[in-house]
């Protein structure tokens, strides 16, 4: 009988790192080709459309996991996603390239939940406020990684498939290598707000989408602004142990990944508004500033203080 990876005292063991690399490459396959859609005049049709299918999706999460094997979860939506991004290339209208970033929102939103689950369901227990912490870190590096080699290699007014595309292939083969320990299904209903949203973690989401929309007024609007998602990045690991730590038993999953939609969607809002006053010919960095200067007192002033009060870990 195979053993089952809860039983690997190591958090390195190879499922999990095999779950990394899938989710840094999800990330970099996403963001190497929305960013740059949003900035070559896209960016209502793109971001409002793939924040829109994340959301839509979200309250189906936890049956689906239950119903079906979690690994299919992660890959088929995945293998969506990259399907979507060589859609991309043949959209010449509006309203097509919203259809696939619905489309895409969707997948993306699916296939970060079940990568999320995966990646507890693979480790120890004693290890799995840290793997939440390596898993969103990577994940989000990834995303940083995707987002700079897309805006950089790609012209403003053209999408460029293979960097998108291959990551997403090596993505997917990664997800497909990893053996997920069998779970019996408990009967979940099809809606619900399990892996979707941490109702006692709303606020701090809050505080992250406040500053994630900083950064991404900055990501677009102006020459080298892709750096400022390397501080959500470098922020992740500790932004999600808060989101870890204010769940109770089996939660984990879900305040991931209430933290992670809260991000993305703070971040894709904010670069629509940051290409939107771009192009009226207004600089949006003092704007920027003064938000994430806002999402850092409120942090210090208000979020803290929640958080030491409504911890359970």
């Given at each position: 009988?195979?053993?089952s990876n809860?039983?690997?005292?190591?958090?390195?063991n190879?499922?999990?790192v095999l779950a990394?690399v899938?989710?840094?490459?999800l990330y970099a396959?996403v963001?190497?080709?929305?960013l740059p859609?949003?900035?070559?005049?896209l960016?209502?049709d793109?971001?409002h459309?793939?924040v829109?299918?994340s959301?839509a999706v979200?309250p189906?999460?936890?049956w689906?996991?239950d119903?079906?094997?979690?690994k299919?979860?992660w890959?088929?939506?995945f293998?969506?996603?990259?399907?979507?991004?060589?859609?991309?290339?043949y959209?010449?209208?509006?309203?097509?390239?919203?259809?696939?970033?619905?489309?895409?929102?969707?997948?993306f939103?699916l296939?970060?939940?079940?990568?999320?689950?995966?990646?507890?369901?693979v480790?120890?227990?004693g290890?799995?406020?840290?793997?939440n912490?390596v898993?969103?870190f990577?994940g989000?590096?990834?995303?940083?990684?995707g987002a700079?080699?897309g805006l950089?290699?790609m012209p403003?007014?053209t999408?460029?498939?293979?960097v998108?595309?291959a990551a997403?292939?090596l993505?997917?083969?990664?997800a497909s290598w990893i053996?997920?320990?069998?779970?019996?299904p408990i009967?979940?209903?099809v809606?619900s707000?399990?892996?979707?949203?941490l109702?006692?973690a709303?606020?701090?989401?809050?505080?992250?989408?406040?500053?994630?929309?900083a950064c991404?007024?900055?990501?677009l609007s102006?020459?080298?602004?892709a750096?400022?998602?390397?501080?959500?990045?470098?922020l992740?690991p500790?932004?999600?142990?808060m989101f870890v730590?204010?769940?109770?038993h089996?939660?984990r999953?879900t305040g991931?990944?209430?933290f992670?939609?809260?991000?993305?969607?703070g971040?894709?809002?904010g670069?629509?508004?940051?290409?939107g006053?771009?192009?009226?010919g207004m600089f949006?960095?003092?704007?920027?500033?003064?938000?994430a200067a806002l999402?850092v007192?409120?942090f210090?002033g208000?979020?803290?203080?929640?958080?030491?009060?409504?911890r359970?870990?």
């Open positions: 009988m195979r053993k809860i039983d690997n005292e190591s958090l390195r190879r499922n999990f990394c899938a989710s840094f490459l396959s963001y190497a080709v929305v859609l949003m900035r070559s005049g960016a209502g793109i971001g459309y793939f829109l299918g959301i979200g189906f999460h936890a689906l996991a119903k079906f094997r979690r299919h979860v890959v088929y939506p293998i969506g996603v990259l399907l979507v991004s060589v859609a991309y290339a959209a010449t209208t509006p309203h097509q390239f919203s259809a696939l970033a619905l489309a895409q929102g969707v997948c939103g296939a970060t939940s079940a990568g999320i689950t995966v990646s507890i369901d480790v120890h227990t290890h799995r406020t840290e793997a912490m898993y969103t990577v989000r590096l990834g995303m940083t990684v700079m080699v950089w290699l403003i007014s999408y460029h498939w293979f998108p595309v997403g292939c993505g997917v083969l990664a053996y997920v320990p069998f779970r019996a009967g979940l209903p809606v707000t399990d892996r979707y949203v109702g006692r709303v606020l701090p989401a809050c505080n992250v989408l406040l500053l994630a929309f991404g007024l900055l990501a102006m020459p080298g602004g750096t400022s998602l390397f501080l959500l990045a470098a992740a500790w932004l999600v142990r730590k204010l769940s109770h089996c939660q999953a991931n990944m209430t992670n939609l809260f991000l993305d969607a971040l894709l809002y670069a629509m508004m940051g290409v006053l771009a192009g009226r949006p960095g003092w704007v920027a500033l003064s938000l999402s007192l409120m210090v208000i979020t803290r203080v929640y958080y030491r009060k409504k359970v870990r």
